[in-house]
């Protein structure tokens, strides 16, 4: 063998070797928004263009995409940083990069004639996600400043399309929900009471916090910076190309499953008010006083161990 044909092995070697160093393996389920982002990231090359191979490893519920982070079976997966913290606290040393600062709406029947916060005293409010949804904790939070008794509020919790059918058929008057069922409901003529990021404005947030974000090992994310700085650029690269190509929205129409045009366009402008700002020091100190005023009604099934928010929740690019 020449010493030239040599050298050309070593370099194919070594760029194959470069290349599998790059490989992503996304933990998600079969369904979800976030696959609208993931599936334009793989259909236009965005992983690729970021120095990414992204594999998606399919899910049958979100536990399992948790556990698929704890034990190997994937590098990332998605979950809210409130969850990243709480896991950080049991010396599961998590990390998180965002991915949207949509939380939902509060969603009410026109018949029943809610007005305001103070109108649902007296009403049927169903709640999406259990006792520790987000926008259920941020109601609580935020209910002293209207005055609310939520005491007087009828509270149930249950399926996100079973509440849903509730609202619309009358046995519920209120429901807390994601934000892509609201907008479902919105579609179908049901009101927006409350979008409810804003009650983190209540609750003197300066900033607009991002929810939901990419979450993996903070040691896998040391030992692979070039990894996760793809994955970001990947996923900025996709939500521009969907903020400025209405084709790449035409394209996911069949994986949205829209009820119709309404819900389509519904769909769309809630994923796209939902791209989330860079991470800021602000965001993090917002971030931190958020984490305690929730913590007061989620208690430690929510924040874990810890009171406050641990350091290194959200991850540090260089």
């Known amino acids: 063998m020449s010493k030239k044909l040599l050298c050309i092995i070593i370099l194919i070697t070594l760029s194959s070797v470069a290349l599998a160093e790059q490989k992503l393996r996304m933990a998600t389920l079969s369904y979800g928004t976030v696959n609208w982002e993931l599936d334009t990231i793989q259909h236009y090359g965005l992983d690729k263009s970021s120095g990414i191979e992204m594999e998606l490893v399919k899910m049958a519920n979100l536990p399992a995409t948790r ?25 599961r040393n998590y990390s998180f990069i965002p991915y949207s600062s949509s939380v939902g709406g509060l969603m009410v029947n026109p018949k029943s004639n809610i007005k305001s916060l103070k109108d649902l005293e007296g009403k049927k409010v169903g709640v999406a996600g259990g006792a520790l949804s987000k926008g259920w904790l941020l109601l ?5 400043q209207y005055q609310l008794d939520l005491g007087r509020v009828e509270t149930s919790y249950g399926a996100p399309p079973l509440l849903n059918k509730e609202l619309m058929n009358g046995r519920l008057d209120a429901v807390i929900t994601y934000w892509h069922f609201s907008a479902a409901l919105e579609a179908e003529g049901m009101n927006r009471l409350v979008e409810l990021s804003d009650l983190q404005k209540d609750l003197g947030m300066m900033t607009n916090l991002p929810m939901i974000g990419y979450v993996f090992m903070e040691e896998w994310g040391r030992q692979n910076p070039k990894v996760v700085e793809g994955l970001a650029k990947a996923s900025a690269a996709a939500k521009q190309k969907l903020q400025e190509d209405d084709a790449s929205w035409e394209r996911l129409r069949k994986k949205m499953k829209p009820n119709s045009e309404e819900h389509f366009q519904q769909l769309k402008r809630g994923f796209l008010n939902g791209i989330p700002e860079p991470v800021t020091i602000a965001h993090q100190e917002d971030a931190a006083i958020l984490f305690v005023k929730l913590g007061k009604y989620g208690g430690k099934e929510l924040t874990g161990e810890s ?12």
């Open 67 to 91: 556990l698929a982070l704890l034990n190997g079976g994937a590098d990332v997966a998605v979950a809210d940083w409130m969850w990243v913290s709480s896991q950080r606290a049991k010396g």
């Open 140 to 144: 609580q939070a935020a209910a002293p």
């Open 307 to 318: 009171g406050t928010l641990m350091q290194g929740t959200f991850w540090q690019f260089d």
